[in-house]
């Protein structure tokens, strides 16, 4: 302690550090605006259809408008003794379809986060199992339904089979992705205060991954919506893709055009309800 | 509390110890001994290796050659030590209370222990609070309750102020004075500003640039009670450590 140098100015940086709320970020106004642009756009889509309609003249290649909503009244109501369309409404069909939807993609769902997990924390089965996964997302579901049918029949089992076996890749592969790349300083700042590795898997890998696995989550629910009607094509009804594949063979063009707007409409429903729960369930989206 | 060694006893013996990443050599060799209770300050250049050393004496990471002991043991994570980083690393999906509750759990103690540890870092009723709706010096003095929930006797901070604003910083560099000194804590805490090695630590320990080899080592004989902050930066022997830190700081910088 002899030297006489003058004490070094004082270096610190001001990095000023704040909290800042998603509010922040959002523009205002914006919402009114963006539901005024969809009613237009609904508006605009109506007045093409209807004018389309009326150009072809041809029922069975572009029914109106009136004529979908004719349907509509038809198939949800009992009329002339016919009760809704091949004696199932509207509402039963697509609630045996959203059951469907409901139990394949569940299983899809539990299936798929499972097998996400030991893929993104064993090395070894990712490796080998990872292709396998890659395969079974690349086939269209129509191409294994014939399998299933052989092996299980034409009841509900190969239908669920199906929406279970294409709703799993999604989610397992969005699980593996995000558990195999949880972050190192989290992982470290768990195990410095003595997490051993099921509780950093339990405590922090899989909290960290839910956002990218309700991510996943949302896309395999929209594949067991478009596999559904491939699902209900061999004994389908009730069920909604029965309901159009039936009406397809009469050339029933309107009620085809009825259950793919009960299908969109609904998959609309449902993924609205998915981001709510999102928003409720991972608050910290866009904090990490 | 902090397990009751006596005081003197060594806390951390470090060997011979070298650190290599590949075909670069980061550290070493060094050859250090932290007694009980010693709050050690580590200062050198960014890139010098200080880190390094914290992370082996952590146990998140090996040495080359040589051997890192703390408590008479090869160093795990988690076991013997409490750590905070350079980022305060908050799990966002818990609340305030529930990041230092996890920690209470993991030590094996009961859950009430949140408001205590909030309150000794200067933090009471945010504990229902989301980790980022407060802000960046309130998150760094969560992590540090979060590291002091375990109670474990040895405390490592790796830079633990340096993206915070001067002020916060300042606060903060107060807040833990006062707590290592109440405690009795055994701490090695990592910086490279030289103000703060000497108004925190008991010893202070210059790295020269890579790789890191010990150019000083200092004992700080400043009073660590019953002096206010801005008195123990006003005496001379405060500046005078300072300038003989900083001159063997600028010295090894310029040398590299």
Redesign the interface.
């Known amino acids: 302690m002899t030297t006489t140098v003058p004490a070094p100015p004082a270096a610190e940086t001001s990095i000023g550090t704040s909290a800042v709320t998603p509010d922040a970020l959002a523009p205002h106004g914006g919402r009114r605006r963006r539901i005024l642009f969809r009613l237009l756009a609904l508006v605009v889509l109506y007045a093409l259809w209807e004018i389309a309609a009326r150009a072809t003249s041809n029922p069975t290649f572009i029914p109106s408008p009136g004529a979908v909503w004719h349907q509509l009244i038809q198939t949800s109501t009992t009329h002339d003794g016919i009760r809704g369309y091949s004696g199932h409404l509207l509402i039963e069909h697509l609630g045996v379809s959203l059951r469907r939807i409901l139990i394949g993609s569940v299983i899809g769902v539990v299936g798929g986060v499972l097998l996400g997990v030991v893929m993104g924390t064993v090395s070894w089965i990712r490796v080998v199992v990872e292709p396998v996964v890659t395969f079974i997302r690349a086939l269209p579901p129509l191409a294994y339904f014939s399998l299933f049918i052989i092996w299980f029949g034409i009841d509900e089992t190969p239908k669920l089979w199906l929406l279970s076996i294409a709703a799993l890749p999604p989610v397992a592969v969005a699980t593996a992705a995000a558990v195999h790349s949880a972050p190192t300083g989290l992982v470290e700042a768990a195990q410095a205060l003595g997490a051993n590795r099921a509780r950093v898997i339990r405590d922090v890998v899989l909290p960290n991954a839910l956002p990218e696995i309700f991510t996943g989550i949302r896309i395999a629910v929209g594949v067991a919506y478009s596999s559904v009607v491939a699902a209900e094509t061999i004994n389908g009804v009730p069920g909604i893709g029965g309901m159009i594949r039936d009406a397809q063979r009469y050339s029933q063009t309107d009620v085809v055009v009825l259950g793919l707007f009960a299908i969109g409409l609904s998959g609309l429903l449902i993924d609205a309800l998915l981001r709510t729960a999102e928003n409720r369930l991972i608050p910290w989206r866009g904090h990490v | 509390m902090p397990s009751a060694e006596p005081a003197g006893a060594a806390a951390i013996t470090v060997t011979g110890v070298e650190h290599a990443y590949g075909d670069v050599v980061a550290l070493g060799p060094i050859d250090l001994t932290v007694p009980t209770g010693e709050f050690l300050v580590l200062v050198g250049a960014s890139g010098c290796g200080k880190s390094t050393l914290l992370r082996l004496i952590?146990g998140?990471e090996r040495p080359t050659t040589g051997t890192v002991l703390t408590d008479g043991g090869s160093p795990v994570?988690?076991?013997g030590?409490?750590?905070v980083?350079q980022?305060p690393?908050?799990?966002?999906?818990k609340t305030v209370g529930g990041n230092i509750e996890?920690?209470l759990r993991?030590?094996g103690q009961p859950a009430d222990g949140v408001d205590r540890l909030l309150t000794r870092v200067g933090l009471p009723g945010v504990a229902n609070r989301?980790?980022?709706?407060?802000?960046?010096?309130q998150?760094q003095r969560v992590a540090i309750a979060?590291?002091l929930?375990?109670d474990r006797p040895l405390l490592l901070l790796d830079e633990p102020f340096a993206?915070?604003?001067?002020l916060?910083?300042e606060r903060l560099q107060e807040d833990l004075r006062t707590v290592s000194t109440t405690t009795g804590r055994t701490s090695v805490f990592v910086t490279h500003?030289?103000?703060e090695a000497v108004f925190l630590g008991s010893r202070v320990v210059v790295l020269s640039p890579r790789p890191g080899r010990i150019v000083l080592d200092?004992p700080i004989d400043l009073p660590r009670t019953d002096i206010t902050p801005n008195d123990l930066r006003g005496l001379p022997e405060y500046?005078?450590?300072?300038?003989?830190i900083?001159?063997a700081v600028?010295n090894e910088g310029a040398s590299a």
């Open positions: 952590a998140f994570p988690g076991r030590a409490g750590l980083f980022q690393r908050l799990f966002p999906w996890l920690a993991y030590a989301r980790t980022w709706q407060i802000s960046g010096g998150q979060r590291a929930a375990a993206a915070l604003d001067a916060t910083r500003s030289v103000d200092l500046a005078a450590l300072r300038a003989e900083g001159h600028r």
